[in-house]
């Protein structure tokens, strides 16, 4: 979706504000949510790409006016109704009403260290890869109302392929419940004017990691 | 308090176990965090042959070292070089190579760099205080799928027969990220 969250290329929001000696939290509850997170995706409860797409569907005011873990906070709300995993009500009052569903395991403290790992998004190949490093490619000039991992400002756009990364599971797929839907997955580079037209900085050059059924060749 | 009430009915639910979430809480303050990718950086600084391993297969070399955290499938290697200067963002959110960086910085999770890193990247860097030469290629990583990248950086001079230990010291979360440069020797003691 053309949403607040797809930031690449907006003007206006000022200097990169840094914090020295920054902590790994401001508040408690921040860990919490968190570590809510690692232990839901851990059960198998929702995947990353859902939580994705609940923030982009926040609204552009609420996006741009909530701390980072709030949105994370909001958006785990979301994706624990939507997934039918307790009632608004049930969060409302923070009592569980009715047992939980059965989910495919629980993070226990004995297996944290391994519960954190990060799971592989490799998936079987469903075709043969249709690009190799090297090739031209363009971008299509979609815009899609639900989850993209094909930001606005490289849409449409002439680019060469420089890395395959295997086949992945697709996340335009994924946050919509419509399964894995493997595709290949391409790091694909673009000169600064392709993307910012001639006053771009001629040293610039940007990539994405692009899915497959975002690219046409060129 | 939302937050409460979110972790009782999930935990009521069967959901997650409280310790649980002590302990992951407890491995991201203490555990995980930038000197485990520094010790990769220290490393390829250090052993020609681990650092052909880490540029051709970062995740499958990062394994091979038992002191650093286990991660993932998907990480990537990026190298700097006198032509070349890598900085690694997400637009669309907030993607980090958390397993081997810790935590992301706000800043890194931020509007002005998120808009402004993959179309004025010299200004970005301007406010970390790095300039660049003029004729250094910029190269923006947008890490817009589940693949992670980590910047290796220019090994500084004057760092001749230092050990691992001692290289490790000079690597910056920042000069991982690209928004930086390794620390000078003689900066550090």
Same mark, same amino acid.
């Given at each position: 979706?053309?949403?607040?969250?797809?930031?690449?290329?907006?003007?206006?929001?000022?200097?990169?504000?840094?914090?020295?000696?920054?902590?790994?939290?401001?508040?408690?509850?921040?860990?919490? !949510?968190?570590?809510?997170? #690692?232990?839901?995706?851990?059960?198998?409860?929702? +995947?990353?790409?859902?939580? @994705?797409? $609940? *923030?982009?569907?926040?609204?552009?005011?609420?996006?741009?006016?909530?701390?980072?873990?709030?949105?994370?906070?909001?958006?785990?709300?979301?994706?624990?109704?939507?997934?039918?995993?307790?009632?608004?009500?049930?969060?409302?009052?923070?009592?569980?009403?009715?047992?939980?569903?059965?989910?495919?395991?629980?993070?226990?403290?004995?297996?944290?260290?391994?519960?954190?790992?990060?799971?592989?998004?490799?998936?079987?190949?469903?075709?043969?890869?249709?690009?190799? !490093?090297?090739?031209?490619? #363009?971008?299509?000039?979609?815009?899609?109302?639900? +989850?993209?991992?094909?930001? @606005?400002? $490289? *849409?449409?756009?002439?680019?060469?392929?420089?890395?395959?990364?295997?086949?992945?599971?697709?996340?335009?797929?994924?946050?919509?419940?419509?399964?894995?839907?493997?595709?290949?997955?391409?790091?694909?580079?673009?000169?600064?004017?392709?993307?910012?037209?001639?006053?771009?900085?001629?040293?610039?050059?940007?990539?994405?990691?692009?899915?497959?059924?975002?690219?046409?060749?060129? | 308090?939302?937050?409460?009430?979110?972790?009782?009915?999930?935990?009521?639910?069967?959901?997650?176990?409280?310790?649980?979430?002590?302990?992951?809480?407890?491995?991201?303050?203490?555990?995980?965090?930038?000197?485990?990718?520094?010790?990769?950086?220290?490393?390829?600084?250090?052993?020609?042959?681990?650092?052909?391993?880490?540029?051709?297969?970062?995740?499958?070399?990062?394994?091979?070292?038992?002191?650093?955290?286990?991660?993932?499938?998907?990480?990537?290697?990026?190298?700097?070089?006198?032509?070349?200067?890598?900085?690694?963002?997400?637009?669309?959110?907030?993607?980090?190579?958390?397993?081997?960086?810790?935590?992301?910085?706000?800043?890194?999770?931020?509007?002005?760099?998120?808009?402004?890193?993959?179309?004025?990247?010299?200004?970005?860097?301007?406010?970390?205080?790095?300039?660049?030469?003029?004729?250094?290629?910029?190269?923006?990583?947008?890490?817009?799928?589940?693949?992670?990248?980590?910047?290796?950086?220019?090994?500084?001079?004057?760092?001749?027969?230092?050990?691992?230990?001692?290289?490790?010291?000079?690597?910056?979360?920042?000069?991982?990220?690209?928004?930086?440069?390794?620390?000078?020797?003689?900066?550090?003691?």
């Amino acid at each position: 979706m053309d949403g607040i969250h797809d930031m690449g290329g907006m003007d206006g929001f000022g200097k990169v504000e840094t914090e020295p000696n920054e902590p790994p939290f401001h508040e408690i509850w921040e860990g919490r !949510i968190l570590a809510l997170q #690692r232990a839901m995706g851990y059960a198998g409860a929702w +995947h990353n790409d859902h939580s @994705r797409f $609940a *923030r982009e569907r926040l609204p552009p005011q609420v996006y741009m006016t909530s701390s980072y873990y709030k949105k994370w906070m909001l958006a785990m709300e979301t994706n624990v109704i939507e997934h039918g995993l307790a009632s608004p009500e049930e969060l409302k009052t923070g009592l569980a009403l009715a047992p939980g569903k059965t989910l495919k395991r629980k993070l226990t403290p004995a297996v944290v260290m391994e519960g954190l790992k990060r799971s592989s998004f490799f998936r079987q190949q469903q075709a043969p890869a249709k690009f190799k !490093i090297g090739d031209r490619v #363009r971008t299509l000039n979609i815009h899609p109302k639900t +989850h993209t991992r094909l930001p @606005r400002y $490289a *849409r449409g756009k002439l680019g060469r392929v420089e890395i395959c990364h295997g086949c992945h599971m697709f996340p335009d797929s994924v946050a919509i419940n419509l399964g894995d839907n493997p595709q290949w997955l391409y790091t694909v580079v673009f000169d600064g004017r392709e993307l910012w037209g001639p006053d771009s900085d001629p040293t610039l050059k940007v990539s994405i990691d692009a899915f497959e059924p975002y690219l046409e060749p060129a | 308090m939302r937050v409460r009430a979110l972790e009782t009915v999930l935990t009521e639910k069967g959901y997650v176990d409280p310790a649980a979430l002590d302990a992951i809480v407890e491995a991201y303050e203490t555990r995980i965090g930038p000197r485990n990718g520094a010790a990769v950086v220290a490393k390829a600084w250090s052993d020609p042959a681990f650092k052909q391993a880490l540029l051709a297969d970062a995740s499958k070399a990062v394994a091979t070292l038992g002191h650093v955290s286990r991660v993932g499938d998907h990480l990537v290697a990026v190298e700097n070089t006198p032509k070349t200067h890598n900085i690694v963002v997400c637009t669309l959110c907030s993607c980090y190579p958390w397993d081997i960086l810790g935590l992301p910085p706000t800043w890194y999770k931020s509007a002005p760099y998120r808009s402004r890193a993959v179309k004025d990247p010299r200004s970005v860097l301007a406010d970390f205080g790095v300039t660049l030469p003029k004729d250094t290629e910029i190269r923006v990583w947008d890490s817009t799928a589940e693949t992670r990248f980590l910047v290796l950086p220019i090994r500084p001079a004057g760092t001749d027969g230092w050990s691992e230990r001692q290289l490790a010291e000079i690597v910056t979360r920042n000069s991982m990220i690209g928004t930086g440069l390794p620390k000078q020797p003689g900066a550090t003691r």
